[in-house]
């Protein structure tokens, strides 16, 4: 699976809020933030570098995509992922029509495919613009 990426000189939590921000500016809201790093350290005693999930929806988008096909919530929210590598953080967002095209099934729909690449540009947007400057 292919990942938009892009690498941030920002802390951990700098670009967590980063992020956020950038994401409502293409009317993606975060409806889920898991910290794994966390989870581990509690659920098996195991210390990784910081690494955040977020659960992206615009909800404009996700209501359309459920009113062509209600399952296709399987597929959402849109992730995002925060973490550390070599001394940077990582931003990475999931590929929604990439995502919709591995799920088989007679997908893409066409019109389901159009929503998948709305997010996808949208997605890429957000997270291009933290490059900007």
């Known amino acids: 699976m292919s990942a938009h990426t892009v690498t941030l000189d920002l802390s951990h939590d700098d670009a967590i809020d980063a992020v956020t921000a950038a994401l409502a500016t293409q009317g993606f809201g975060v409806l889920t933030t898991i910290d794994v790093r966390a989870t581990l350290k509690a659920k098996l005693g195991e210390d990784v570098e910081d690494y955040t999930i977020l659960g992206a929806c615009n909800p404009a988008l996700a209501h359309q995509a459920l009113s062509t096909d209600p399952e ?54 957000a997270l291009d613009s933290l490059t900007m400057s």
């Not at 296709?72 to 953080?89: E, K, S």
């Open 72 to 125: 296709i919530g399987l597929l959402l929210p849109c992730n995002v992922t925060v973490r550390q590598a070599d001394g940077h953080t990582l931003v990475q967002a999931v590929d929604p029509a990439e995502l919709l095209a591995m799920a088989g099934n007679g997908y893409p729909h066409a019109e389901l495919a159009a929503v998948a690449k709305d997010a996808s540009t949208r997605l890429h947007a």
